[in-house]
């Protein structure tokens, strides 16, 4: 559209626009082939009503060419190709009136075919609501007409004009084509309108397919992108495990001073090269739709405090007063939920906190602010006096893989990923967090989590002194018979090492099929079981030593020795029939204490 149009234009291609639609290029194809049709066909009504004498159908007749060659120039200068037909449509429905009412003053059949072509053509050219209107114009005084002439009434005082049969054949003629000629473009345009659709809907089915191939690839490089994370994930972790797992065997080896410095630091940073690991792999199972949420019973005050456990020691380090102040209605209830993931959003909370505040407190709250029958509801709040977020990046601050600014970056380092981590496990529980901050003064996280409450009430404990972590001669432990199923040739040379300072000599198998061999023909104490092993993994050698039928070998204790931070394992862990597991890298005192306990109760 929009194309400049000369006054002298007489072509249709410069009238006609590849974007109208395709009946609208009829109607204008109609009109312009159209015009000159119907001023030959006056033409030649006028020549025969004027040798006749007939002035007044003569004045008609050259009346309506003029209005013909009119519309026909407006048609093809400024081609309206609406306004032209309203045009048309009200010319001939004026002569059709005053004909049948002032000129012939008799409905004949020329007088039809007049309606006729009428009706069509405003049908045609203004859809239902022009046509009818025109239609009606046209049909209405001629039925009346016809009514008062069979009533004889009185219609006009003037002498009609007579038309011979000469001018009724060249009319009637002329009627006819245009009414073919209307008819039969319509036609053509109604076949092509069906076949652009066609076209358009075999456009539309190869595009969709298009689309599905498009989407699949995408699904696909999403899985597979998933894939290569865990699977990258995994392979880091386990070389990740030896460092963590040899710095700390130095450090059980009484190092010098400057040595154990280096020490912590390299344990320091694999630990945070671990957790960052860790936080790619939880994204990925979150964003994948694969985390199923735990409906099991804790106590939310011990919860929190093993929680905050290490955090008030990173606090103290920084000179920062850490305060945890949790509800005492919540002491000895004991709710059902999911401790892990609990876990996750208030250690990402509270290591924000400590680690964007210099100066200051971090204060972790827990009220219990519904307490009813079955259920109770907890607001969790994170405050610190830290650096304070931007009012505009409090949005942000949870897409994944973003921080506040690049100087947040360089400064505190970090992947960006814990509260996206927290908002989505949040999400997934239809929670909401609260976020206010203040540049320069601190921010606040929190929100409010329901818990269906357990009819059990946890006992109080005694408290009792912290023991020194026990060591292998005061655990009786020296001769224990120890089978560690383990694939790994570096996790098995670390393993060692770390049982000798127990004085634990273990048997190795290589595969779970070789554990259970092993089983049949010998005698052991306790067995540490790898999960992912070549052969037979460690839940299936669990299963085939929990069905021997010696009872001493059936009940063997057995910890899982899991590299998998995810915590679903677990539950595979006990329908195995283990006892119990340890997460590599393992804390000594952890697997210590596990084993010394497993093999007193055993
Ligand atoms: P990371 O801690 O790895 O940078 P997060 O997703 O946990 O990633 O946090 C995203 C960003 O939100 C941080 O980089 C920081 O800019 C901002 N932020 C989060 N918690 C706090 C807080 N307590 N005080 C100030 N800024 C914070």
């Known amino acids: 559209m929009g194309k400049k149009i000369s006054f002298f234009n007489f072509s249709i291609n410069n009238i006609l626009f590849k974007d109208q639609p ?43 060419m003029a209005c013909v060659a009119i519309l026909f120039k407006m048609l093809t200068y400024r081609p309206n190709w609406r306004l032209v037909s309203h045009l048309l449509l009200c010319a001939g429905t004026v002569v059709n009136m005053s004909v049948v009412y002032f000129t012939v003053q008799t409905v004949n059949i020329i007088t039809v075919q007049v309606i006729i072509l009428v009706i069509v053509f405003s049908y045609y050219m203004l859809g239902q609501t022009g046509g009818l209107v025109y239609s009606l114009l046209n049909t209405i005084p001629v039925l009346l007409f016809m009514i008062v002439e069979f009533t004889k009434g009185y219609v006009i005082g003037i002498k009609p004009d007579r038309i011979d049969q000469s001018t009724i054949i060249i009319t009637l003629f002329a009627n006819f084509i245009l009414l073919i000629f209307i008819h039969s473009h319509f036609y053509t345009a109604f076949l092509k309108n069906i076949k652009q659709l066609k076209d358009s809907a075999k456009e539309q089915e190869e595009l969709n397919g298009k689309l599905n191939m498009a989407i699949e690839k995408a699904e696909k490089s999403t899985h597979a992108k998933s894939e290569f994370l865990s699977t990258m994930s995994h392979e880091i972790r386990t070389p990740l495990n030896a460092v963590i797992g040899m710095s700390n065997l130095l450090m059980m080896g009484n190092p010098r001073n400057d040595q154990k410095e280096n020490l912590e630091i390299l344990r320091f940073s694999a630990n945070n ?170 921010s606040e996280f929190s929100f409010a989590m329901e818990f269906p409450v357990s009819t059990e009430m946890l006992a109080d404990k005694p408290v009792v002194a912290a023991v020194e972590s026990p060591t292998a001669e005061s655990a009786g432990l020296a001769c224990i018979r120890m089978l560690i199923a383990e694939d790994n040739m570096v996790n098995v040379m670390l393993m060692k090492k770390l049982l000798s300072k127990w004085k634990i000599t273990p048997t190795i198998a290589e595969n779970g099929m070789r554990a259970v061999e092993l089983m049949q023909y010998g005698n052991f104490d306790i067995i540490l079981m790898d999960l992912q092993m070549p052969v037979m993994n460690g839940l299936d050698a669990a299963m085939e030593i929990r069905k021997m039928a010696d009872p001493k070998k059936s009940g063997i204790p057995i910890i899982a020795l899991t590299a998998s931070a995810l915590m679903d394992i677990k539950e595979k862990i006990y329908e195995a029939g283990m006892n119990d597991y340890v997460s590599k890298p393992f804390k000594p005192d952890e697997l210590l204490e596990k084993i010394q306990h497993l093999v007193q109760v055993a």
């Open 273 to 442: 090269l671990l957790a960052v690991v860790n936080d790619v792999l939880d994204f990925n199972k979150i964003e994948s739709g694969k985390l199923v949420f735990e409906n099991i019973r804790f106590n939310l005050v011990e919860l929190m405090h093993s929680i905050c456990g290490a955090s008030i020691l990173k606090a103290e380090e920084k000179g920062l007063m850490f305060k945890l102040d949790i509800d005492s209605t919540l002491k000895n209830k004991v709710l059902f939920g999911d401790p892990t993931r609990i876990t996750q959003i208030i250690y990402n909370l509270v290591s924000n906190a400590i680690k964007f505040t210099a100066h200051g407190n971090v204060w972790v709250r827990v009220t219990c602010f519904e307490d009813r029958h079955n259920t109770v509801t907890v607001k969790f709040s994170i405050k610190d006096t830290g650096i304070g977020i931007e009012e505009h990046n409090l949005s942000t601050i949870f897409e994944p893989f973003t921080q506040e600014s690049l100087t947040t970056t360089r400064q505190y380092g970090g992947t960006g990923l814990g509260l996206a981590i927290v908002k989505r496990l949040l999400d997934l529980q239809g929670l909401h967090m609260d976020v206010s901050s203040k540049m320069g003064k601190g």
């Open 22 to 64: 395709f009946l609208d290029q009829a109607r204008i194809r109609l009109l312009f082939f159209g015009f000159p049709l119907v001023f030959v066909a006056l033409g030649a009504i006028f020549l025969s009503v004027y040798f006749q004498g007939q002035m007044m159908l003569a004045y008609t007749a050259a009346g309506l």
